[in-house]
């Protein structure tokens, strides 16, 4: 039994490791996609170095790629219009770009 409990726990702990949060700044910039459903945002401050990806214009989303995708862009979107900083926690990529896995509103 402790075994596995062991097994789980490692296999958490390697998964939050993967995930990387950006630097808390402002979005300067918020865009669409062209003919699909994808939002990237640009942040005050950020390289867009995390999770290594080739692209470094910001963070995406895609609906086809994350399930929060909805629930992201909706964040995303108040937090441009009010001017709020936002940090975003980044894992893997999509579109070349650092994949947007969450949202924090500061």
């Known amino acids: 039994m ?10 958490i702990s390697v998964s939050l490791l993967a995930a ?3 630097v808390k700044g402002k979005i300067t910039g ?3 996609g ?6 990237r945002v640009r942040i005050e401050g950020a390289t867009y170095a995390e999770s290594d990806c080739p692209v ?15 629930t992201h862009t909706s964040a995303l979107l108040a937090a ?6 936002v940090s975003i926690v980044v894992e893997g990529c999509v579109n070349s ?3 947007i896995w969450g949202v924090y509103i500061d």
Do not use: H
């Open 97 to 99: 770009r650092p994949r």
């Open 34 to 39: 062209w003919g699909s459903d994808t939002v």
């Open 30 to 32: 918020y865009y669409t």
């Open 56 to 70: 470094k214009d910001g963070y995406m989303t895609s609906e086809s790629d994350n399930k929060g995708f909805k």
């Open 20 to 22: 990387e949060t950006s």
């Open 80 to 85: 441009y219009m009010s001017g709020k900083s």
């Open 2 to 11: 402790k075994y596995i409990i062991f097994a789980i726990l490692s296999s």
